[in-house]
């Protein structure tokens, strides 16, 4: 009988303990889904005017653009949203302009988890409103209204160009949330 060479018994060891110890490990599992993390710089704000009967402060990261009749774009264009402004006179209509914007924020109840509503009150400044905050997957996060009730309506209401996944825009909803109430508080009639 022929003996194998040292080297080939040698070799086929080493083949052998190399798939024993190779096949010995541990599974590989695919690694968990993370969320990307954002972080928006601090609020810079500036008054803004203009012709139109009222001013109020503006974040300098937004872009400010103004439509018809004094209603105004805000965008921010890092973030893909915009807060849409609309003024309105009043002229012993102050029922229907209310009634139409607390109708436009209910109407996204069917999406919604819930809808706090926050009253606004500035006596010394004659501005009284509602700010409504949206939870959940509806089209809005954020809306409100502000009014001296004689004379001045003005509501805004914020959207994502993006199909709404609250989980996935809340940084950016809060930051623009946050921008919108101080708009409502520093505003001032003319």
């Known amino acids: 009988m022929m003996r194998k060479p040292f080297h080939y018994i040698v070799g086929l060891t080493l ?7 190779t096949s010995c490990k541990d599974d590989v599992l695919p690694k968990p889904s993370s969320q990307l993390r954002l972080d928006y710089p ?14 109020f402060d503006i974040n300098s990261e937004a872009v400010i653009k103004e439509k018809t009749d004094c209603g105004f ?3 921010y264009p890092k973030m893909k949203a ?29 999406k919604a988890d819930d ?4 009253p606004y009150i500035n006596a010394d400044k004659k ?22 009730s004689t004379k001045h309506f003005l509501t805004g209401s914020v959207y994502f160009y993006a199909k709404p996944n609250y ?10 949330k946050n921008d919108m109430q101080n708009l409502m508080e520093s505003l001032k009639w003319k």
Do not use: W
């Open 15 to 21: 083949v052998f303990s190399t798939l024993i110890f």
């Open 42 to 55: 601090i609020a810079e704000y500036a008054t803004f005017e203009n012709h139109c009967p009222f001013s």
């Open 73 to 75: 774009t805000i965008t």
């Open 82 to 110: 915009t807060i849409y402004l609309t003024y309105k006179s009043v002229n012993g209509n102050i029922d229907k302009l209310l009634r139409d914007a607390q109708k436009l924020t209910y109407e996204h109840v069917i």
């Open 115 to 118: 809808i706090l509503e926050q």
């Open 127 to 148: 501005v009284y409103g509602m700010f409504y905050r949206v939870g959940g997957n509806a089209a809005t996060n954020s809306q409100f209204y502000v009014t001296d």
């Open 167 to 176: 989980d996935s825009i809340m940084p950016a909803a809060d930051y623009i």
